[in-house]
């Protein structure tokens, strides 16, 4: 692979589409940094990571990954349903830094530091790509070894020679929030990837990449469906991305002039793989047990539903050609007519599979996990946001695109989002009280529009702004939402820039070698 695009003409890479290109590789930090005061921040941050490797382990790094978090600006809880979502990346990334031992070398272990070593406390594991990830006892350090099994799973499948597992010396800094939804962990997940394969040599198509480090983090125990990773791997500096899966590729979106977006957190952590069975992975399994009685109502047999239908876009098709008998081409009309608004108990839908709910998620431990957790389905109204949100990302993209002013298209975009907020709460119940606070606030005081963003159940909220009114708007925010809130000592009020800032779209993921 590595030889492949050594060789590559310059011409070839101009003519391949951006998801077929490897990830690049740069020897200075002004390609994704800039020019100006981020980057010298971004300088003093790799000096500060170079100053700590040698401290712990000696010497110098071989090479540097990084990869951005994201805020997903519309299309929430349907990436794992097969339908297209609209993030943006954000400045803020996680910085892995790495050396490989010499094949010789007898301490096979990966020992995992981190800049800030008085939170995140060094992790030591087995340089052992089949070692399987503690999900009883998280560490900080299990999103490593997710990268690193699913290099070794995804290099083999390629044909590339891994040799045997050596150590690796590892050092991590990163800037995204934890727990706030802006892709903390996968940005963890698809830097330690990178690292590892530029440890080693390789390189990947960005496409590639995208899924395999989507694949990783199940390893930590959530389905994710790729949005995080895609974005992470994939952004472009300036435009947003219409991110499609199956295959995964990116589409940029020029967003209109004149706005911005502001990223608020509601300080409400959102621990998304500890409450993975209760919330992130409930909603998968509905979703999946939506689909497939949807499927059977609309005629497939019970077996051919249950082996056959994964997602709710797999009967979209169903769905649609249903409402199109009663006059409309809208697929929740089908939920409307088809799927009950009470509560489904896992009998009743058992009554119509012809199969225990055990047996069809019996290939899927996190699945049965949800099962053991759960009292009641709601099919309904999961179905119903999927289907109307994944209208909404392209009724958003539909709206960039269009020949309204920018004036017009910002007024409609903030609709779009204000729309989708609602159906994240109310529909998928995914929100949180602080959430709704922090999203009335932000509507309150100027946002066009202004929804949850992320898995939700905390984390941060994301308002598109009028560019003038920025810097009163955050000011408007610190005051009625954070001032409570560092009087009684939940923030620092320095730390204030951390939790609310405005963004503009910035680069994808990149390697380092100086």
Same mark, same amino acid.
């Given at each position: 692979?590595?030889?492949?695009?050594?060789?590559?003409?310059?011409?070839?890479?101009?003519?391949?589409?951006?998801?077929?290109?490897?990830?690049?590789?740069?020897?200075?930090?002004?390609?994704?940094?800039?020019?100006?005061?981020?980057?010298?921040?971004?300088?003093?941050?790799?000096?500060?990571?170079?100053?700590?490797?040698?401290?712990?382990?000696?010497?110098?790094?071989?090479?540097?990954?990084?990869?951005?978090?994201?805020?997903?600006?519309?299309?929430?809880?349907?990436?794992?349903?097969?339908?297209?979502?609209?993030?943006?990346?954000?400045?803020?990334?996680?910085?892995?830094?790495?050396?490989?031992?010499?094949?010789?070398?007898?301490?096979?272990?990966?020992?995992?530091?981190?800049?800030?070593?008085?939170?995140?406390?060094?992790?030591?594991?087995?340089?052992?790509?089949?070692?399987?990830?503690?999900?009883?006892?998280?560490?900080?350090?299990?999103?490593?070894?997710?990268?690193?099994?699913?290099?070794?799973?995804?290099?083999?499948?390629?044909?590339?020679?891994?040799?045997?597992?050596?150590?690796?010396?590892?050092?991590?800094?990163?800037?995204?929030?934890?727990?706030?939804?802006?892709?903390?962990?996968?940005?963890?997940?698809?830097?330690?990837?990178?690292?590892?394969?530029?440890?080693?040599?390789?390189?990947?198509?960005?496409?590639?990449?995208?899924?395999?480090?989507?694949?990783?983090?199940?390893?930590?125990?959530?389905?994710?469906?790729?949005?995080?990773?895609?974005?992470?791997?994939?952004?472009?500096?300036?435009?947003?991305?219409?991110?499609?899966?199956?295959?995964?590729?990116?589409?940029?979106?020029?967003?209109?002039?004149?706005?911005?977006?502001?990223?608020?957190?509601?300080?409400?952590?959102?621990?998304?793989?500890?409450?993975?069975?209760?919330?992130?992975?409930?909603?998968?399994?509905?979703?999946?047990?939506?689909?497939?009685?949807?499927?059977?109502?609309?005629?497939?047999?019970?077996?051919?539903?249950?082996?056959?239908v994964t997602t709710l876009s797999d009967?979209?098709?169903?769905?649609?050609?249903?409402? /199109? $008998?009663?006059?409309? #081409?809208?697929? &929740? !009309?089908?939920?409307?007519?088809?799927? *009950?608004?009470?509560?489904? %108990? +896992?009998?009743?839908?058992?009554?119509?599979?012809?199969?225990?709910?055990?047996?069809?998620? /019996? $290939?899927?431990?996190? #699945?049965?996990? &949800? !099962?053991?957790?759960?009292?009641?389905? *709601?099919?309904?109204?999961? %179905? +119903?946001?999927?289907?109307s949100e994944a209208r909404r990302v392209?009724?958003?993209?539909?709206?960039?695109?269009?020949?309204? #002013?920018?004036?017009?298209?910002?007024?409609?975009?903030?609709?779009?989002?204000?729309?989708?907020?609602?159906?994240?709460?109310?529909?998928?119940?995914?929100?949180?009280?602080?959430?709704?606070?922090?999203?009335?606030?932000?509507?309150?005081?100027?946002?066009?529009?202004?929804?949850?963003?992320?898995?939700?159940?905390?984390?941060?909220?994301?308002?598109?702004?009028?560019?003038?009114?920025?810097?009163?708007?955050?000011?408007?925010?610190?005051?009625?939402?954070?001032?409570?809130?560092?009087?009684?000592?939940?923030?620092?009020?320095?730390?204030?820039?951390?939790?609310?800032?405005?963004?503009?779209?910035?680069?994808?993921?990149?390697?380092?070698?100086?």
């Open positions: 692979m590595r030889m492949y695009y050594a060789t590559t003409k310059y011409n070839s890479f101009l003519m391949a589409k951006h998801e077929d290109l490897p990830i690049p590789v740069y020897s200075t930090l002004d390609s994704v940094y800039g020019d100006d005061s981020q980057l010298e921040e971004a300088q003093l941050r790799f000096d500060k990571i170079k100053s700590k490797f040698l401290e712990v382990f000696g010497y110098h790094p071989e090479v540097f990954a990084r990869s951005p978090g994201r805020v997903n600006l519309i299309g929430e809880h349907i990436d794992y349903e097969g339908y297209s979502v609209l993030p943006m990346a954000i400045r803020q990334d996680t910085i892995v830094a790495i050396r490989k031992h010499d094949a010789g070398n007898s301490e096979k272990i990966l020992q995992i530091s981190n800049l800030n070593d008085a939170k995140y406390p060094t992790c030591i594991y087995p340089a052992d790509p089949d070692q399987e990830v503690d999900l009883k006892n998280l560490k900080w350090g299990h999103y490593f070894i997710c990268g690193y099994k699913g290099y070794y799973e995804y290099a083999k499948s390629k044909g590339v020679d891994v040799g045997n597992p050596v150590g690796l010396d590892v050092l991590v800094d990163g800037t995204v929030p934890t727990g706030s939804g802006l892709s903390s962990s996968a940005a963890f997940v698809c830097s330690s990837t990178i690292a590892i394969m530029a440890a080693f040599g390789v390189n990947f198509p960005k496409k590639e990449i995208a899924q395999l480090t989507c694949e990783c983090e199940r390893h930590i125990g959530t389905q994710s469906g790729g949005m995080d990773q895609a974005i992470s791997v994939m952004a472009k500096i300036g435009f947003a991305e219409l991110i499609d899966f199956n295959p995964i590729r990116a589409t940029d979106v020029q967003l209109p002039n004149g706005g911005s977006f502001v990223i608020a957190h509601s300080l409400a952590e959102s621990q998304k793989a500890v409450t993975a069975a209760k919330n992130y992975n409930n909603r998968v399994v509905e979703c999946r047990l939506a689909s497939i009685v949807l499927g059977i109502k609309l005629g497939l047999n019970p077996q051919e539903a249950v082996s056959k009967v979209e098709g169903l769905c649609v050609s249903f409402a /199109s $008998n009663h006059g409309s #081409s809208d697929p &929740v !009309l089908a939920v409307k007519e088809l799927l *009950k608004e009470e509560p489904y %108990a +896992a009998e009743d839908i058992e009554e119509i599979t012809n199969q225990s709910l055990d047996s069809i998620f /019996s $290939n899927s431990p996190t #699945s049965l996990d &949800v !099962l053991k957790a759960a009292k009641h389905y *709601k099919l309904h109204q999961r %179905a +119903a946001h999927v289907f392209h009724a958003f993209k539909d709206t960039v695109s269009s020949t309204l #002013s920018d004036e017009d298209k910002l007024k409609k975009l903030g609709d779009l989002m204000n729309d989708s907020h609602y159906s994240c709460s109310v529909l998928y119940e995914c929100s949180c009280p602080e959430l709704e606070e922090l999203v009335k606030i932000c509507r309150d005081h100027g946002a066009l529009g202004a929804r949850l963003t992320g898995a939700g159940w905390g984390g941060c909220a994301v308002a598109l702004v009028k560019e003038s009114i920025v810097p009163q708007f955050i000011l408007d925010l610190k005051e009625h939402f954070y001032q409570s809130r560092i009087e009684r000592g939940v923030i620092n009020k320095d730390e204030l820039g951390l939790y609310v800032f405005a963004s503009k779209p910035s680069s994808g993921a990149a390697i380092f070698k100086f």
